[in-house]
């Protein structure tokens, strides 16, 4: 789309948290490249922007952007929190009527008093690049006051307000579309604003607002997203302006470091982190994830019944089975306890036992259980390690399934790593 194969590469990477393995690196290399050599075929080898670099970075500008890094964090911040908000609040209603009707008026609203909000905006961001700011807002209803450069900064800052909130409810609402661009429109708008202010703030500063609203897009992509690397390159990549790489990275790194630690996770990754399916550069979570409980429930214990007598079990159960763990099941297939060989070993020779000791003499409760519809391979793993137990049973719709046990756990956990890092 961005026509930046770098970029795409490096955002599956930090996006995902994927180890930069062989076997991660070359399928997503293969992905960029057929993507972006299809893109040039059909739509040639022209960049998004077009920008060029008039205002080289000088050392005194390092403050400015410092600024501007600490405006993109709280503009990611912002950015996501709406997000969710607006989210959790279409899905109060219960038919897509409501929604269509809610959301159409909401953003005709805003609309009406900011017209630049309409569409994806890279045609406002390009105006913005050439400091053509009137030609970017277009007519509005405060066109009588447009000449005042502080009207000029509140509007922008009202685009730069509402255009998450017409871009979440557009989706909330029913629509598609993506994120990226948005939030580059909005961070263009984001820079630009703060270029203006310091310019006009009568401190005798005086900035780049192209630079600005370049690197703008940068600092609010990197906190949106949490992808520092994939905001540097991707701006640099669809503008060309490889120059401006220092001021890049400053305000990308603290926009990165605040959001960081105000947001765990990004529109992304939460609802991947939520389910436990998200892969990060903890390699041991990661293998984890890619687990399955399904692949090691072992099911060849011997169920006996706890009305079942001590020489009904030896010869039913014991005597056909080559495990020393039985779990107890009633007839409704409900695990009640289970037996170990350990608790009937001083028995199970005594005959004269096998006739009035039954198995509910024996069973004892297993110190945890594991429930197929809720505990994913992390909360398997914990619960083995916090009860010290070599097997576990499996519950799935309240009835016994089956037994986990530690040995085939470990086994498959290190076979999955191996293929995992090779």
């Known amino acids: 789309m961005f026509k930046t194969p770098i970029a795409a590469v490096v955002l599956a990477i930090e996006l995902f948290s994927l180890d930069l393995t062989f076997a991660s690196l070359l399928p ?9 050599l299809t893109s040039y075929f059909f739509l040639g080898d022209e ?25 993109t964090s709280i503009g990611s911040i912002y950015f996501t929190k709406i997000y969710f908000a607006v989210y959790s609040f279409f899905d109060r209603f219960k038919t897509p009527f409501l929604k269509v009707l809610v959301g159409g008026l909401t953003i005709g609203v805003m609309l009406y008093f900011i017209p630049p909000l309409y569409g994806e905006g890279l045609s406002f961001t390009k105006d913005l690049f050439e400091g053509d700011h009137l030609q970017a807002l277009g007519a509005t209803p405060f066109d009588d006051f447009i000449d005042n450069i502080w009207v000029v900064i509140a509007l922008l800052v009202g685009f730069t307000i509402f255009k998450t909130f017409a871009m979440t409810i557009t989706f909330a609402a029913g629509g598609v579309g993506g994120v990226i661009i948005p939030t580059m429109v909005m961070g263009s708008a984001l820079g630009n604003v703060v270029a203006k202010v310091l310019n006009n703030l009568g401190l005798g500063l005086q ?56 947001m765990e996770h990004t529109i992304y990754t939460r609802e991947l982190a939520e389910r436990g399916d998200l892969l990060t550069h903890d390699r041991d979570q990661n293998v984890l994830t890619l687990m399955t409980l399904e692949s090691v429930i072992e099911k060849n214990f011997k169920p006996i019944h706890p009305e079942m007598t001590l020489g009904d079990m030896l010869h039913e159960g014991v005597s056909k089975s080559t495990r020393n763990l039985f779990p107890v099941i009633d007839d409704n297939r409900i695990l009640v306890g289970i037996v170990l060989l350990d608790d009937i070993r001083e028995f199970m020779f005594d005959t004269s036992l096998y006739e009035t000791m039954k198995v509910q003499n024996f069973m004892h409760n297993p110190p945890e259980h594991i429930i197929f519809e809720k505990d994913n391979m992390k909360a398997v793993m914990q619960k083995f390690q916090n009860t010290e137990a070599w097997n576990l049973p499996v519950i799935k719709d309240g009835k016994y399934l089956g037994f986990v046990s530690k040995s085939k756990l470990l086994t498959a956990y290190r076979r999955k790593l191996i293929n995992f890092t090779r």
């Open 47 to 71: 960049t998004l922007f077009s920008f060029n670099v008039v205002d080289k970075f000088t050392i005194n500008d390092a403050a400015p952007y410092i600024l501007l890094g600490l405006g």
């Open 207 to 262: 900035v780049s607002e192209a630079n600005f609203t370049l690197v703008g897009m940068a600092g609010l992509i990197a906190g949106v997203i949490h992808a520092p690397l994939t905001a540097i390159f991707l701006i640099a990549e669809i503008t060309g302006g490889y120059e401006l790489f220092i001021p890049l990275m400053i305000t990308v790194a603290i926009s990165f470091l605040i959001t960081k630690q105000s």
């Open 28 to 36: 997503l290399l293969m992905a960029s490249i057929s993507s972006v």
